[in-house]
């Protein structure tokens, strides 16, 4: 080789040292190109289905209706499906997908403080939207009725997680009666009934273990129902599929703020209303701070209840109200009632399901029903039923039907005011049941239960809402009537208190408090529990109760609730004395560091008087066909009508 024939990096070595790092550079550059375009980027969908023409989906040119979107069948981490706030869709949204932990899939609306709807034709073949196998999504501020079912989630995999349904209204939700029509799971979609949000599987791979969920850390959060069959339904086709396999199917569920009311499958078509809520397969719930009034309002051949619950194992309803599950009747005959018609439907195979601390009343049935009904199956253990309030159910406080095994568990420390029984025997026995200081309270004016009787006007039902600020105590002095909050004022919003919740100041000096006035002198009992409702951070809070400003619980000291406990502390006291006027002050303040953005605290108290002076008897003759120990006295009626 000559000199001349030397290669020019051997030639000009500064020179062919720069084009190398150059090339490299350039090839970098390409691979990192082809890289990114070779990566779906996470994408917003715009949709206005009051558009004049049809889009290309962004914010300046939205999609006319869902078309495009379940075009595209399978969304992306981080893409958003956003619906225009206040505008009425009347399609099917169809699709699936996956997101991460860090960028959830979402549908959620746009442009203005309304919520998006979905109204659908009100036909039981309707549905809002159908989702697929999702892992990390978002669903919130719709409106969805008029359909068979709102959402329907449907799995046919294992291994799914964190999906969060947030600030919902459904209504007339209805027409699919226990796998009816269009919720077959032959040809239909294995709806059993008809559900606001419906979880279910149809097709699911039975080679799975039963060891594997389904799907895990689901939150229901800030969700209204009306005129609906059921609006939450955990259910797997009545589980048919998990009594087949042994699966727990869903796991780590929080519901809370849930206001369901008058749910009556539309206005009492003939398909039934069952249930409110129906929870199978499911197993570390909590439900707290809800409201539940007049649900399963209308006629069922096989039973009516609030909460139908079947296979569910260590699940917690906590602080909450459930209210008014009515008498219907067979529109076809009259003298035909619904079963049970009770709050709480122990249907099958529970474990440490706990019913604790909340205000159950003015059920046409009984409060809470423990059934043995179904052999072979398994039966109900280690119940709980402690601190709640109890109150002019027609059967009772708690049902006993079936003798096919033994439940178990334990009843303690209830109030009570039930003209006819606080433990009816319906054809079996409480042997399995340990009972302790269940109180029967002799009126039930007699039973203050503060998230019941929770007003906007300051001293009704003698409670009060006050903040301490370091040298007095004042009440706070503005109410939000949308958001049923007490708060300084309207610019100032912490602390607060509402219907469950209250939410203390910054700085340990600072004290929030719900507060009872005692109407007259006697004896009372308290009933409580306190929990955090929102458990992302912070360091807990403080609680005690004081009476005239002296501590009486805990003993000493202040009790800590820790940042994540969700479960709560009791805060129960027994054979208080009081005189008129005394007052009796729940209160929380911010943790050990002072700091108050996580401390959103659920506390309920219930006090009841067991012996008093002056307290006038009370016959509100609530419950139809039960008289309070009056008798008949009308010549032309002698019946005795139910109240409100």
């Excluded at 809070?541 to 820790?562: D, E, F, H, L, Y």
């Amino acid at each position: 080789m000559r000199e001349n024939d030397l290669p020019i990096f051997k030639q000009h070595g500064r020179l062919s040292l720069f084009v190398l790092k150059a090339s490299f550079l350039v090839i970098a550059f390409i691979c990192a190109f082809l890289f990114t375009s070779a990566t779906a980027k996470a994408a917003d969908y715009y949709v206005d289905c009051s558009a004049a023409v049809n889009g290309t989906g962004t914010l300046a040119s939205p999609y006319q209706g869902f078309a495009d979107i379940n075009a595209i069948g399978t969304l992306s981490a981080g893409d958003r499906v956003l619906l225009k706030s206040g505008v009425t869709c009347n399609q099917q949204l169809t699709v699936t997908g996956q997101g991460t932990a860090s960028s959830f899939i979402e549908i959620s609306s746009y442009g203005g403080s309304d919520k998006a709807k979905i109204i659908r034709n009100g036909l039981e073949s309707d549905r809002a939207i159908k989702l697929s196998n999702p892992s990390f999504w978002k669903i919130n501020n719709l409106e969805i009725g008029q359909a068979g079912t709102g959402i329907l989630v449907t799995f046919s995999t294992a291994g799914h997680t964190n999906l969060f349904f947030t600030d919902l209204f459904f209504h007339d939700i209805k027409g699919i009666h226990q796998g009816s029509g269009s919720g077959n799971n032959v040809t239909g979609d294995a709806i059993w009934n008809s559900a606001g949000i419906e979880f279910t599987s149809k097709t699911f791979d039975s080679g799975h273990p039963a060891s594997t969920y389904i799907v895990n850390n689901v939150t229901f959060d800030s969700i209204v129902g009306t005129r609906n069959l059921d609006t939450i339904s955990i259910d797997w086709y009545n589980s048919a599929y998990m009594v087949a396999t042994g699966h727990k199917a869903a796991e780590n569920i929080i519901m809370k703020n849930l206001h369901f009311y008058d749910n009556d499958a539309g206005g009492g078509t003939a398909t039934g209303c069952d249930d409110n809520v129906r929870l199978t397969s499911v197993r570390y719930l909590t439900l707290i701070d809800s409201n539940f009034h007049n649900n399963a309002a209308c006629f069922s051949a096989t039973g009516t209840a609030a909460l139908y619950m079947a296979f569910v194992e260590d699940t917690y309803i906590l602080n909450s109200i459930f209210t008014g599950v009515p008498y219907t009747t067979n529109p076809s005959n009259s003298s035909q009632l619904s079963p049970d018609r009770v709050a709480f439907d122990y249907e099958c195979c529970t474990n440490n399901l706990q019913i604790n601390n909340n205000y159950i009343a003015n059920n046409a049935g009984a409060g809470i029903s423990y059934l043995a009904i179904h052999p072979g199956l398994g039966l109900e253990t280690n119940s709980v039923a402690a601190g709640n309030s109890f109150i002019n159910n027609g059967d009772g406080s708690f049902r006993r039907a079936g003798t096919s095994d033994t439940p178990t568990g334990v009843i303690r420390d209830n109030f009570y005011y039930e003209p006819r029984n606080f433990l009816y025997q319906d054809g079996a026995n409480y042997s399995g049941f340990i009972q302790s200081n269940n109180l029967a309270i002799a009126v039930p004016s007699s039973i203050y239960h503060s998230s019941y009787q929770f007003t906007g006007t300051q001293g009704e039902n003698n409670w009060f809402y006050q903040h301490y600020n370091g040298t007095a105590w004042n009440n706070l002095g503005y109410y939000d009537s949308t958001k049923e909050l007490w708060m300084p004022s309207s610019t100032v919003n912490v602390p607060q208190i509402g219907r469950f919740g209250m939410h203390p100041d910054a700085g340990t000096a600072s004290i929030t408090a719900r507060v009872w006035k005692a109407p007259v002198t006697g004896t009372v009992s308290i009933r409580g529990r306190i929990l955090k409702s929102v458990t992302t951070g912070g360091d807990g809070v403080a609680a005690r109760i004081t009476k005239n400003g002296t501590q009486i619980w805990p003993a000493s000291g202040s009790q800590t609730v820790n940042y994540n406990n969700m479960f709560g502390v009791e805060s129960s006291l027994n054979n208080i004395t009081v005189s008129a006027g005394d007052l009796i002050r729940f209160e929380i303040t911010s943790g050990a560091a002072g700091a108050n953005q996580y401390d959103n605290t659920s506390w309920t108290p219930a006090v009841a008087y067991t012996t008093a002076t002056n307290l006038a008897k009370e016959w509100d003759f609530n419950t139809s066909g039960y008289r309070e120990g009056w008798a008949n006295t009308n010549q032309m009626s002698s019946t005795v009508a139910g109240g409100s």
